[in-house]
């Protein structure tokens, strides 16, 4: 069984007035197997926050169907949700969602706090979290003290601190630096490998070569995807840059 199957979804917002709507999705269907490393590019706009979104419950399709393990997540209870979250999911958000109010470090420790950990687990679990992510001197400080690439490396920081088998990244590299980016990749190479399914959003071109499969999504649905299999990054790269060209330029895909 696909660790999730997304068929056929649909998302139209409605304005606050009621007038104007938008489809942010229009039909987009696909898998992903347990263990697999996708990237998701589209141009701004696309509907991939949208799509991550509704992968990790917080928004609900106006059709379609997301099977996370053969269950339906669009029809769980609001307790199985955050359960589901809880036990299984890591969501890097695009603009953080840190809290003002706690410092770097509790921040960091709130899915563990949520989960009832106690504090030395918290600490160890931590530690080479933040080694990795080169946060640590940076804990005791309140997220309007760090820059917005500090900033972050905190929210992968919290979204890794649990091991969840599901990664939902959105953009996490884009307020980094090509050195810090690149730390950041490995990290996310690291724990792909130990099995951790990780679907990551991104506008890079090079972060993209480091999964296992590229997903282009173009007016709501999915436009192409390109495999990994034994291609080098560099190849991955090209390929990955071309159909970026195609898809903003328009013309075929190749395959
Ligand atoms: N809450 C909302 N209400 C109404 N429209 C929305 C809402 N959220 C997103 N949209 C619209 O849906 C479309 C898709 O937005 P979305 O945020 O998913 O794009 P994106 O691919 O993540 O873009 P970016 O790369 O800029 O982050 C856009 O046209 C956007 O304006
Ligand atoms: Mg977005």
Not at 191 to 199: A, K, M, P, V, W
Not at 232 to 240: G, K, N, S
Request: glycine fraction near 8%.
């Amino acid at each position: 069984m696909s660790l999730l199957e997304v068929t056929n979804v649909k998302k139209i917002y409605s304005t606050r007035f009621g007038g104007n709507k938008v489809q942010a999705l229009s039909n987009v269907t696909f898998t992903v197997e347990e263990g697999e490393f996708v990237a998701i590019m589209g141009e701004s706009g696309s509907g991939k926050t949208t799509l991550l979104n509704i992968l990790a419950a917080l928004d609900k399709p106006t059709e379609g169907e997301v099977l996370l393990e053969g269950k339906n997540i669009v029809h769980l209870t609001e307790k199985e949700i955050s359960a589901f979250r809880r036990k299984n999911l890591g969501f890097v958000f695009q603009d953080f969602n840190l809290l003002d109010t706690f410092s770097l470090r509790d921040n960091i420790y709130l899915p563990l706090v949520l989960a009832g950990e106690d504090h030395r687990e918290m600490a160890q679990k931590i530690r080479p979290i933040a080694q990795a992510l080169h946060i640590t001197e940076l804990l005791e400080k309140f997220p309007y003290e760090v820059s917005g690439g500090q900033k972050q490396r905190a929210a992968v920081a919290r979204a890794l601190i649990t091991s969840p088998r599901l990664v939902l990244a959105d953009e996490p590299t884009g307020a980094l630096d090509s050195k810090a980016a690149a730390a950041l990749l490995s990290m996310f190479g690291e724990i792909n490998e130990d099995g951790q399914t990780i679907l990551m959003v991104t506008h890079s071109a090079q972060a993209a070569s480091h999964a296992s499969r590229v997903l282009f999504i173009k007016d709501g649905e999915v436009f192409h995807q390109i495999y990994r299999a034994d291609k080098t990054r560099q190849e991955m790269y090209h390929m990955i840059s071309d159909t970026l060209t195609i898809l903003t330029t328009g013309g075929e895909a190749y395959a």
